[in-house]
Protein backbone atom coordinates (compact mmCIF):
# COMPACT_ATOMS: atom_id res chain seq x y z
CA UNK A 1 0.00 0.00 0.00
CA UNK A 2 1.77 3.51 -0.78
CA UNK A 3 1.43 6.98 0.16
CA UNK A 4 -0.13 10.03 -0.55
CA UNK A 5 1.61 11.32 -3.92
CA UNK A 6 1.28 14.97 -4.10
CA UNK A 7 1.15 16.69 -7.32
CA UNK A 8 4.53 18.26 -8.37
CA UNK A 9 4.32 21.68 -7.37
CA UNK A 10 4.64 23.79 -10.40
CA UNK A 11 6.01 27.22 -10.20
CA UNK A 12 5.70 30.44 -12.42
CA UNK A 13 7.60 31.51 -15.54
CA UNK A 14 10.77 32.70 -13.68
CA UNK A 15 11.50 29.59 -11.76
CA UNK A 16 11.05 27.25 -14.63
CA UNK A 17 13.70 29.65 -16.42
CA UNK A 18 16.25 30.02 -13.45
CA UNK A 19 15.83 26.21 -13.10
CA UNK A 20 16.55 25.55 -16.63
CA UNK A 21 19.84 28.02 -16.36
CA UNK A 22 21.04 26.06 -13.26
CA UNK A 23 20.68 22.63 -14.59
CA UNK A 24 21.94 23.37 -17.86
CA UNK A 25 24.67 26.42 -17.42
CA UNK A 26 24.53 29.39 -19.17
CA UNK A 27 26.71 28.22 -22.16
CA UNK A 28 24.09 25.49 -23.30
CA UNK A 29 20.33 26.47 -22.73
CA UNK A 30 17.98 24.67 -24.71
CA UNK A 31 14.90 25.11 -26.87
CA UNK A 32 11.85 23.15 -25.71
CA UNK A 33 8.86 22.85 -26.45
CA UNK A 34 5.91 23.21 -24.10
CA UNK A 35 2.65 21.94 -24.25
CA UNK A 36 -0.07 24.31 -22.31
CA UNK A 37 -3.33 23.51 -21.41
CA UNK A 38 -6.01 25.58 -19.63
CA UNK A 39 -5.96 25.40 -15.88
CA UNK A 40 -9.45 24.87 -14.45
CA UNK A 41 -9.86 26.80 -11.32
CA UNK A 42 -11.95 24.31 -9.73
CA UNK A 43 -9.91 22.77 -6.59
CA UNK A 44 -6.66 19.97 -7.03
CA UNK A 45 -8.09 16.27 -6.45
CA UNK A 46 -5.93 12.92 -7.41
CA UNK A 47 -7.25 9.55 -7.45
CA UNK A 48 -4.75 7.03 -6.56
CA UNK A 49 -4.70 3.34 -7.45
CA UNK A 50 -2.25 1.57 -5.33
CA UNK A 51 -0.21 -1.78 -6.98
CA UNK A 52 -1.49 -4.83 -7.31
CA UNK A 53 -0.83 -7.32 -4.38
CA UNK A 54 -3.05 -8.74 -1.56
CA UNK A 55 -5.81 -6.29 -2.77
CA UNK A 56 -5.54 -7.08 -6.38
CA UNK A 57 -8.03 -5.37 -8.27
CA UNK A 58 -10.15 -4.34 -5.26
CA UNK A 59 -12.16 -1.27 -4.71
CA UNK A 60 -10.16 -0.69 -1.66
CA UNK A 61 -6.87 0.02 -3.51
CA UNK A 62 -8.93 3.64 -5.45
CA UNK A 63 -7.79 5.86 -2.65
CA UNK A 64 -9.28 9.72 -2.86
CA UNK A 65 -6.68 12.59 -2.87
CA UNK A 66 -6.38 16.48 -2.14
CA UNK A 67 -3.49 18.11 -2.61
CA UNK A 68 -1.73 17.60 0.53
CA UNK A 69 -3.01 14.10 2.39
CA UNK A 70 -5.47 11.15 1.64
CA UNK A 71 -9.39 11.91 2.20
CA UNK A 72 -12.60 9.88 2.69
CA UNK A 73 -14.68 12.11 2.90
CA UNK A 74 -16.10 15.15 1.50
CA UNK A 75 -13.81 17.77 -0.72
CA UNK A 76 -16.42 19.42 -2.04
CA UNK A 77 -18.24 15.95 -2.75
CA UNK A 78 -15.38 14.18 -4.48
CA UNK A 79 -14.92 11.11 -2.19
CA UNK A 80 -18.37 10.72 -2.35
CA UNK A 81 -18.18 11.00 -6.32
CA UNK A 82 -15.25 8.56 -6.40
CA UNK A 83 -17.12 5.96 -4.35
CA UNK A 84 -19.40 5.30 -7.23
CA UNK A 85 -16.83 5.45 -10.01
CA UNK A 86 -13.91 3.24 -8.37
CA UNK A 87 -14.47 0.65 -11.19
CA UNK A 88 -13.80 3.05 -13.53
CA UNK A 89 -10.55 4.46 -12.34
CA UNK A 90 -9.31 0.63 -11.70
CA UNK A 91 -10.19 0.00 -15.24
CA UNK A 92 -7.87 3.26 -16.27
CA UNK A 93 -5.08 1.67 -14.05
CA UNK A 94 -5.32 -1.81 -15.45
CA UNK A 95 -4.85 -0.35 -19.48
CA UNK A 96 -2.28 1.94 -18.10
CA UNK A 97 -0.56 -0.56 -16.64
CA UNK A 98 -0.91 -2.67 -19.85
CA UNK A 99 1.82 -0.04 -21.01
CA UNK A 100 3.96 -0.19 -18.00
CA UNK A 101 4.97 -2.14 -15.40
CA UNK A 102 1.89 -4.17 -14.03
CA UNK A 103 2.66 -2.97 -10.00
CA UNK A 104 2.65 0.43 -10.88
CA UNK A 105 1.34 2.62 -8.85
CA UNK A 106 -0.87 4.94 -10.65
CA UNK A 107 -2.13 8.77 -9.83
CA UNK A 108 -5.18 9.95 -11.79
CA UNK A 109 -4.33 13.99 -11.24
CA UNK A 110 -7.36 16.18 -12.11
CA UNK A 111 -9.50 18.91 -11.41
CA UNK A 112 -13.24 18.86 -9.30
CA UNK A 113 -14.54 21.70 -10.45
CA UNK A 114 -18.58 23.07 -11.02
CA UNK A 115 -20.88 24.32 -8.65
CA UNK A 116 -19.98 24.91 -5.06
CA UNK A 117 -16.19 24.55 -5.55
CA UNK A 118 -15.40 27.52 -6.53
CA UNK A 119 -17.46 31.36 -7.26
CA UNK A 120 -17.13 33.96 -10.35
CA UNK A 121 -15.53 31.55 -12.99
CA UNK A 122 -16.83 30.06 -15.77
CA UNK A 123 -16.73 26.48 -14.52
CA UNK A 124 -18.48 27.40 -11.84
CA UNK A 125 -21.36 27.88 -13.80
CA UNK A 126 -21.29 24.39 -15.31
CA UNK A 127 -24.50 22.24 -14.66
CA UNK A 128 -22.85 19.96 -12.45
CA UNK A 129 -19.41 18.77 -10.78
CA UNK A 130 -16.89 17.43 -12.97
CA UNK A 131 -13.51 15.58 -12.71
CA UNK A 132 -11.29 17.46 -15.39
CA UNK A 133 -8.40 14.80 -15.83
CA UNK A 134 -4.70 16.51 -16.39
CA UNK A 135 -2.76 14.06 -16.25
CA UNK A 136 -1.93 10.38 -14.79
CA UNK A 137 1.67 10.08 -13.09
CA UNK A 138 2.77 6.39 -13.30
CA UNK A 139 5.85 5.62 -10.60
CA UNK A 140 7.52 1.87 -11.23
CA UNK A 141 10.80 0.00 -9.14
CA UNK A 142 12.91 2.56 -12.01
CA UNK A 143 10.46 5.33 -13.72
CA UNK A 144 8.69 8.02 -12.66
CA UNK A 145 6.81 9.89 -15.21
CA UNK A 146 3.54 12.41 -15.88
CA UNK A 147 1.43 11.22 -19.28
CA UNK A 148 -0.02 14.57 -20.33
CA UNK A 149 -1.49 13.62 -23.98
CA UNK A 150 -5.01 14.22 -24.46
CA UNK A 151 -5.52 11.05 -26.69
CA UNK A 152 -3.46 9.26 -24.66
CA UNK A 153 -5.46 10.35 -21.67
CA UNK A 154 -8.71 9.33 -23.60
CA UNK A 155 -7.84 5.95 -24.64
CA UNK A 156 -7.39 4.93 -20.91
CA UNK A 157 -11.11 6.01 -20.23
CA UNK A 158 -13.27 3.71 -22.25
CA UNK A 159 -16.47 5.03 -21.07
CA UNK A 160 -17.56 8.56 -21.71
CA UNK A 161 -19.56 9.56 -18.63
CA UNK A 162 -20.52 13.03 -18.42
CA UNK A 163 -18.59 14.01 -15.26
CA UNK A 164 -15.12 12.66 -16.27
CA UNK A 165 -13.39 15.12 -19.00
CA UNK A 166 -9.77 14.70 -20.72
CA UNK A 167 -8.30 18.70 -21.20
CA UNK A 168 -6.79 18.97 -24.36
CA UNK A 169 -3.86 20.55 -25.28
CA UNK A 170 -3.86 24.24 -26.41
CA UNK A 171 -1.15 25.15 -29.27
CA UNK A 172 2.29 24.21 -28.02
CA UNK A 173 4.92 26.97 -27.56
CA UNK A 174 8.72 26.91 -28.71
CA UNK A 175 10.84 28.47 -26.66
CA UNK A 176 14.78 29.26 -26.96
CA UNK A 177 15.79 29.76 -23.81
CA UNK A 178 19.35 30.70 -25.30
CA UNK A 179 18.02 33.74 -26.95
CA UNK A 180 16.59 36.65 -24.62
CA UNK A 181 14.16 37.56 -27.84
CA UNK A 182 12.66 34.26 -28.05
CA UNK A 183 11.88 34.18 -24.33
CA UNK A 184 10.92 37.65 -24.36
CA UNK A 185 8.25 36.87 -26.97
CA UNK A 186 7.44 33.92 -25.19
CA UNK A 187 6.37 35.93 -22.14
CA UNK A 188 4.27 38.60 -24.52
CA UNK A 189 2.45 35.99 -26.14
CA UNK A 190 1.19 34.28 -22.83
CA UNK A 191 0.58 37.13 -21.30
CA UNK A 192 -1.83 38.02 -24.23
CA UNK A 193 -3.23 34.45 -24.03
CA UNK A 194 -3.80 34.46 -20.53
CA UNK A 195 -5.32 37.87 -20.46
CA UNK A 196 -8.39 36.45 -22.63
CA UNK A 197 -8.12 33.42 -20.43
CA UNK A 198 -8.94 35.81 -17.05
CA UNK A 199 -12.51 37.28 -19.75
CA UNK A 200 -13.49 33.81 -21.06
CA UNK A 201 -12.43 30.23 -20.27
CA UNK A 202 -12.36 28.76 -24.38
CA UNK A 203 -12.12 25.41 -22.70
CA UNK A 204 -15.80 25.77 -21.06
CA UNK A 205 -17.07 27.72 -23.30
CA UNK A 206 -16.48 25.27 -26.09
CA UNK A 207 -17.14 22.30 -24.06
CA UNK A 208 -20.26 23.52 -22.15
CA UNK A 209 -21.61 26.75 -23.83
CA UNK A 210 -21.11 28.41 -21.09
CA UNK A 211 -19.37 32.16 -21.06
CA UNK A 212 -17.08 33.14 -18.05
CA UNK A 213 -13.26 33.86 -16.41
CA UNK A 214 -10.77 31.25 -16.66
CA UNK A 215 -7.30 31.22 -14.39
CA UNK A 216 -4.65 30.52 -16.86
CA UNK A 217 -2.40 28.24 -18.75
CA UNK A 218 -0.26 24.99 -17.34
CA UNK A 219 2.81 24.47 -19.67
CA UNK A 220 4.20 21.03 -20.17
CA UNK A 221 7.51 20.55 -21.24
CA UNK A 222 9.60 18.40 -23.67
CA UNK A 223 7.23 15.41 -25.61
CA UNK A 224 3.61 15.87 -26.18
CA UNK A 225 3.26 12.75 -24.76
CA UNK A 226 4.81 12.40 -21.62
CA UNK A 227 7.57 14.07 -19.43
CA UNK A 228 9.42 12.69 -16.35
CA UNK A 229 7.74 13.82 -13.05
CA UNK A 230 11.03 15.94 -11.80
CA UNK A 231 10.90 17.42 -15.31
CA UNK A 232 7.55 18.78 -14.90
CA UNK A 233 8.07 20.28 -11.08
CA UNK A 234 11.48 21.64 -12.42
CA UNK A 235 10.59 23.19 -16.13
CA UNK A 236 6.92 23.47 -16.25
CA UNK A 237 5.10 26.27 -15.39
CA UNK A 238 1.97 27.92 -14.38
CA UNK A 239 0.62 31.51 -15.77
CA UNK A 240 -2.16 32.44 -13.86
CA UNK A 241 -1.67 36.62 -14.21
CA UNK A 242 0.64 38.62 -16.51
CA UNK A 243 3.85 37.70 -17.22
CA UNK A 244 6.92 39.75 -18.04
CA UNK A 245 10.26 39.25 -19.58
CA UNK A 246 13.35 41.50 -18.84
CA UNK A 247 16.50 39.43 -20.34
CA UNK A 248 17.35 36.11 -20.52
CA UNK A 249 15.51 35.03 -17.42
CA UNK A 250 13.60 37.52 -15.78
CA UNK A 251 10.98 36.17 -17.05
CA UNK A 252 8.12 36.09 -14.03
CA UNK A 253 4.48 35.22 -13.07
CA UNK A 254 2.55 37.91 -11.31
Same mark, same amino acid.
Given at each position: ?40 ? /?????? !????? /??? &? ?9 ? &? ?7 ? @? ?7 ? !?????? /???? &?? &?? %? ?5 ? $??? @????? =??? $? ?7 ? *? ?9 ? !? ?17 ? @???? !?????? *? ?10 ? %? ?10 ? +? ?7 ? *?? %?? @? ?17 ? =???? +?? %? ?9 ? $? ?15
Amino acid at each position: MTTHMKFPKISGFSSAVYNINAKFGIDQLPELTYFPKIKIH /GTNAGV !RINPR /GTG &RGLDSDVIAQD &RREDVTSGH @YGFVEWLSV !RKKTFL /GIAN &RV &RD %DADEDST $VIV @YGEWG =GPG $VQAKVAVSK *IPHNVFFIFGI !RVITETEDYFIHNPQVLDS @YLLS !RPSDIK *IIPHMTPIIINF %DDPQSVSAAAEA +MNAAVDQIN *IA %DP @YIQSEFNITGAGEGLVFYP =GSAF +MC %DTEALELFGFK $VTGNIHASGTNGAKEK
